[in-house]
């Protein structure tokens, strides 16, 4: 069964350092997500792709993120200079285009511990 | 409150009983769905219920949706000890269809 897988499963990172988190969504997929979750707290939107661009973010989403599909498969989120706050787990999902529902695949997520 | 609250925030039961959770969300939606996260892994999905549906089975999962309350249920029949776990709803609206996820619930199972 296709599955969604995210690199690394777990990154540790000195604050202001830069961090990609890689993710190769379901192959026929169209729709790409992130999303985080702060240990203890709610699963939080963080951005949706879209056709190649940005189709929503959220006010987490500033100006120290940015996503990326470079090459058609992998679908990557960057933190330019990293905070004690980023640490988190950080989800991946997608989905494809369905007029049956709105499935989103996860993938098990990277740990992101910042220093 | 805010979009997407479970409860109760914690459920401890008996191996073999039914648990119950519940969810109320604000604004209108295109589907609700429920994922279970086991402790400090990756999200799974479970069930989508459609905004013109009211009951849906999967298995040993049963879930409704009632519109005109914002809510929506879980139940877990003969519930075993691998469904230990956190649950939580996720609404989206219409458009790109993020999903908007609740504060989870907490569920025990006790052999």
């Known amino acids: 069964e296709p599955e969604v897988t995210q690199t690394p499963s777990h990154q540790v990172t000195q604050m202001g350092q830069e961090v990609i988190l890689r993710c190769v969504p379901i192959?026929?997929?169209?729709?790409f997500y992130w999303y985080r979750q702060i240990l203890g707290q709610k699963v939080e939107f963080l951005v949706s792709?879209?056709?190649?661009?940005?189709?929503?973010k959220s006010e987490i989403f500033d100006d120290q993120f940015s996503v990326e599909r470079p090459d058609g498969s992998n679908f990557t989120l960057k933190i330019r200079s990293t905070k004690l706050e980023d640490s988190a787990m950080y989800f991946c999902?997608?989905?494809?285009?369905?007029?049956?529902?709105?499935?989103?695949?996860f993938g098990p997520g990277t740990r992101l511990t910042v220093l | 409150s805010q979009q997407g609250e479970e409860d109760p925030q914690a459920l401890s039961i008996q191996e073999g009983e039914n648990a119950t959770m519940n969810c109320s969300y604000k604004?209108?939606?295109?589907?609700l769905q429920w994922y279970r996260q086991n402790s400090g892994r990756g999200l799974v999905h479970l069930i989508l219920?459609?905004?013109?549906?009211r009951e849906k089975h999967s298995g040993r999962l049963r879930v409704t949706l009632d519109t005109s309350k914002k809510s929506s249920s879980l139940l877990i029949t003969a519930s075993r000890a691998a469904d230990t776990a956190s649950y939580f709803c996720a609404t989206s609206n219409f458009g790109n269809e993020k999903l908007t996820f609740g504060t989870g619930t907490r569920l025990t199972i006790i052999p």
């Open positions: 792709f879209y056709n190649n661009e940005i189709s929503e």
């Open positions: 219920i459609r905004s013109n549906e």
């Open positions: 604004t209108s939606i295109n589907n």
């Open positions: 999902a997608s989905r494809a285009y369905t007029n049956e529902g709105n499935e989103q695949f």
């Open positions: 192959s026929n997929h169209l729709y």
